[in-house]
T-cell receptor, first 110, second 116 residues
Framework: GQSLEQPSEVTAVEGAIVQINCTYQTSGFYGLSWYQQHDGGAPTFLSYNALDGLEETGRFSSFLSRSDSYGYLLLQELQMKDSASYFCAVRDNAGNMLTFGGGTRLMVKP | GAGVSQSPSNKVTEKGKDVELRCDPISGHTALYWYRQSLGQGLEFLIYFQGNSAPDKSGLPSDRFSAERTGGSVSTLTIQRTQQEDSAVYLC??????????????FGEGSWLTVV
């Protein structure tokens, strides 16, 4: 099976940089994804890493190290609207269902 | 459709009653997921459908929960004899397939279930 660990809560100030870590245990591996969920809303896809290294999409970047079973989401130039929950997720190498971590609640303060 | 559609958006039911929640995935998406999320909590996997394969039911919490997917499209999640602990938002999601593009799944807005 799969399990993922991420911090439950992170607080940062507007304009700052924040890193949300995710460690995972899985019987196989087929990629690490990140999703954002605002209160009362549906989760939405942010990024996906299948290979080691950094993927950049605007202010958001995601990193993966398969040898360490570790990844992180980096948010730069934080804005108030970035206050949300962020979930990492993995698939096993059978390409089956996506398992989510417990989520990290990010609070951005002025 | 343009996105994943779920109905009802809100449902209040009495303890012991049965409820059905419907999900209409994005057209052409072969993979369909049901997750449950309690207030302020993470996403709990319930069931996964992929094409014509047998569904992965490993996340269903009890035999009161069942789901079906007809014609490889619309899915219905049924909860029998509802209990107060079933109160949660039930999220449906779909994706193109189980390959790399399957890492991008698209969620509906959820069905908010309250059992009183």
């Amino acid at each position: 099976g799969q399990s993922l660990e991420q911090p439950s809560e992170v607080t940062a100030v507007e304009g700052a940089i924040v890193q949300i870590n995710c460690t995972y245990q899985t019987s196989g591996f087929y990629g690490l994804s990140w999703y954002q969920q605002h209160d009362g809303g549906a989760p939405t896809f942010l990024s996906y890493n299948a290979l080691d290294g950094l993927e950049e999409t605007g202010r958001f970047s995601s990193f993966l190290s398969r040898s360490d079973s570790y990844g992180y989401l980096l948010l730069q130039e934080l804005q108030m609207k970035d206050s949300a929950s962020y979930f990492c997720a993995v698939r096993d190498n059978a390409g089956n269902m996506l398992t989510f971590g417990g989520g990290t609640r990010l609070m951005v303060k002025p | 459709g343009a996105g994943v559609s779920q109905s009802p958006s809100n449902k209040v039911t009495e303890k012991g009653k049965d409820v059905e929640l419907r999900c209409d995935p994005i057209s052409g998406h072969t993979a369909l997921y049901w997750y449950r999320q309690s207030l302020g909590q993470g996403l709990e996997f319930l069931i996964y459908f992929q094409g014509n394969s047998a569904p992965d039911k490993s996340g269903l919490p009890s035999d009161r929960f069942s789901a079906e997917r007809t014609g490889g499209s619309v899915s219905t999640l049924t909860i029998q004899r509802t209990q107060q602990e079933d109160s949660a938002v039930y999220l449906c999601a779909s994706s193109l397939d189980s390959g790399p593009s399957g890492n991008t799944i698209y969620f509906g807005e959820g069905s908010w279930l309250t059992v009183v």
